[in-house]
């Protein structure tokens, strides 16, 4: 088990460009999350997936932004035409669901830091 | 909708000294309350929790206890170390199975030795 492995560590990219980053979760864990820490704030809350299923969106992920998790393991966030407000730290994390919705508790990944220039 | 606030920092303080960091929430229910370290360059890391009211989450020598009359959940600990210089982030768990968590801004602690 090597913990929540985020991909890149950290990405540069030109305003209008299209960014992709990946989390790999723990193995065995059925729910994974994304969230968004910008400078001086606590990591916000973007979106979950319970096995493949995306089961709930924030209102900060625009139009822009799309995540797949697509046969349950590692997950993708996409940001297509990059703004200089996406600019933050992008945050993975993924937990163990069990039966009565009893969570195991948060990993969280390193995180993949953006600048958009 | 749910909100967190915790005490600005930075803090400094000294090797064997006291911490007290607090934080308040906003919610209706009861939520799942936590708080959240981050050492630099690191991911964050459950400290420690509690799931109602009156329980006390503790570890690593840190406590907080859930007080829903105050609607706070305080950290301490009684003497700290230069190693627990970090960012901590106190969160509450909304959800059966807390999956949106929302966390407050984050308060720096420095220890000097």
């Known amino acids: 088990d090597t913990g929540v492995s985020q991909n890149p560590r950290h990405k540069i990219t030109k305003r209008g460009q299209n960014v992709t980053f990946r989390c790999d979760p723990i193995s065995e864990h059925n729910r994974l999350y994304w969230y968004r820490q910008t400078l001086g704030q606590g990591p916000e809350f973007l979106t979950y997936?319970?096995?493949?299923?995306?089961?709930?969106k924030s209102r900060l992920l625009s139009d822009r932004f799309s995540a797949e998790r697509p046969k349950g393991s590692f997950s993708t966030l996409e940001i297509q035409r990059t703004e200089q407000g996406d600019s933050a730290m992008y945050l993975c994390?993924?937990?163990?669901?069990?039966?009565?919705?009893?969570?195991?508790?948060?990993?969280f990944g390193s995180g993949t830091r953006l600048t958009v220039v | 909708g749910d909100s967190v606030t915790q005490m600005e920092g930075p803090v400094t303080l000294s090797e064997e000294a006291f911490l007290t960091i607090n934080c308040t929430y906003t919610a209706t229910g009861y939520p799942s309350l936590f708080w959240y370290v981050q050492y630099p360059g690191e991911g964050l890391q459950l400290l420690l929790k509690a799931t109602k009211a009156d329980d006390k989450g503790s570890n690593k020598g840190f406590e907080a206890t859930y007080r829903k009359e105050t609607t706070s959940f305080h950290l301490e600990k009684g003497s700290v170390q230069v190693s627990d210089s970090a960012v901590y982030f106190c969160a509450l768990g909304r959800g059966g199975s807390n999956y949106k968590l929302t966390f407050g801004k984050g308060t720096l602690l420095t220890v000097n030795p």
């Open positions: 994390a993924s937990s163990l669901v069990g039966r009565q919705a009893t969570n195991y508790g948060y990993t």
């Open positions: 997936f319970q096995n493949e299923a995306q089961l709930e």
